[in-house]
T-cell receptor, first 113, second 113 residues
Framework: GESVGLHLPTLSVQEGDNSIINCAYS??????FIWYKQESGKGPQFIIDIRSNMDKRQGQRVTVLLNKTVKHLSLQIAATQPGDSAVYFC????????????FGQGTILTVHP | DVKVTQSSRYLVKRTGEKVFLECVQD?????MFWYRQDPGLGLRLIYF???????EKGDIPEGYSVSREKKERFSLILESASTNQTSMYLC????????????FGPGTRLTVL
């Protein structure tokens, strides 16, 4: 079946560095790709999304890159802060309606002061 | 702010018991979702609903049922709890025009003994 997965399960960075979290997807029919952040003890929180007809989108301190040729998605966090420590999930929305998403396994980001 | 609440943070039940997990959202969202989250497996969709009294199976509906009698409330039912249903259960909702931005509750940690 279709799946969304991550290259690295854990990532450790120093405060102030830039972080890059990667994700591989397999469903070419997905209309959009999304990143969520889950802090300890909380539910996931939407960060940013990108439509399949785009290759880059920027938010506040975050940039998502989409490479459809190799089916790769990445989330870049600039000037990483301790508050960015969390599990990051990529997700994809297929051509279906009602917002059904398929989530990846997650990457643990740890930011050291 | 959107608020999604779940009836319990922690729940302990015995094998064979009928279990009800309740979720309420206060933003008049049409879409509501139930996921389970297990280490290394990410979030897996159990059921979702796009309107009152409507329900659709997700990726892992076996052993579960749902009820949506009111727009703001979406209940997950374990008809006869089993130990392999020990997990974190997350409820989410999304607005009709932003399907990929789901708002999650804090989760219910269910342990089945």
């Amino acid at each position: 079946g279709e799946s969304v997965g991550l290259h690295l399960p854990t990532l450790s960075v120093q405060e102030g560095d830039n972080s890059i979290i990667n994700c591989a997807y397999s469903n070419s029919a997905s209309d959009y790709f999304i990143w969520y952040k889950q802090e300890s003890g909380k539910g996931p929180q939407f960060i940013i999304d990108i439509r399949s007809n785009m290759d880059k989108r920027q938010g506040q301190r975050v940039t998502v890159l989409l490479n459809k040729t190799v089916k790769h998605l990445s989330l870049q966090i600039a000037a990483t802060q301790p508050g960015d420590s969390a599990v990051y999930f990529c997700a994809e929305g297929g051509g279906t309606s009602y917002g059904k998403l398929t989530f990846g396994q997650g990457t643990i980001l740890t930011v050291h002061p | 702010d959107v608020k999604v609440t779940q009836s319990s943070r922690y729940l302990v039940k015995r094998t064979g018991e009928k279990v009800f997990l309740e979720c309420v959202q206060d933003m008049d969202h049409e879409n509501m979702f139930w996921y389970r989250q297990d280490p290394g497996l990410g979030l897996r969709l159990i059921y979702f609903s796009y309107d009152v009294k409507m329900k659709e199976k997700g990726d892992i509906p076996e052993g579960y049922s749902v009820s949506r009698e009111k727009k703001e409330r979406f209940s997950l039912i374990l008809e006869s709890a089993s130990t392999n249903q020990t997990s974190m259960y997350l409820c989410a909702s999304s607005p009709p025009n932003r399907h990929n931005e789901q708002f999650f509750g804090p989760g219910t940690r269910l342990t089945v003994l």
